[in-house]
């Protein structure tokens, strides 16, 4: 279970980091003083791979979470 501990802990991070790229992109967008029209493309654009590095992260946790427990 320490494996899945650490696999958990692993994917976690990794969401963590697409989730901070994701924010990190917006904001360079807003600061760069885009019209609307193409901030809304880049937010449209980013908003799926903000959800699937939520989803990752929050996978990585659930597992962590039960190798704790099953361990």
């Known amino acids: 279970m320490e494996a899945l501990v650490w696999l958990g ?7 963590l980091s697409g ?4 924010i990190v992109q917006v904001w360079k967008a ?3 003083g885009m019209d609307d029209e193409a901030l809304r ?6 908003v799926p791979i903000n ?5 990752g992260s929050v996978l990585g946790l659930m ?3 039960i ?3 099953l361990g």
Do not use: K, N, T
């Not at 493309?41 to 980013?46: F, H, L, N, S």
């Open 67 to 69: 190798g704790i427990f």
């Open 19 to 22: 989730l901070i790229w994701s």
């Open 9 to 15: 802990a692993l994917i976690s991070v990794l969401g």
């Open 63 to 65: 597992m962590v979470i």
């Open 30 to 32: 807003r600061r760069a």
């Open 41 to 46: 493309a880049v937010v449209r654009r980013m």
């Open 51 to 55: 959800m699937g590095a939520l989803m």
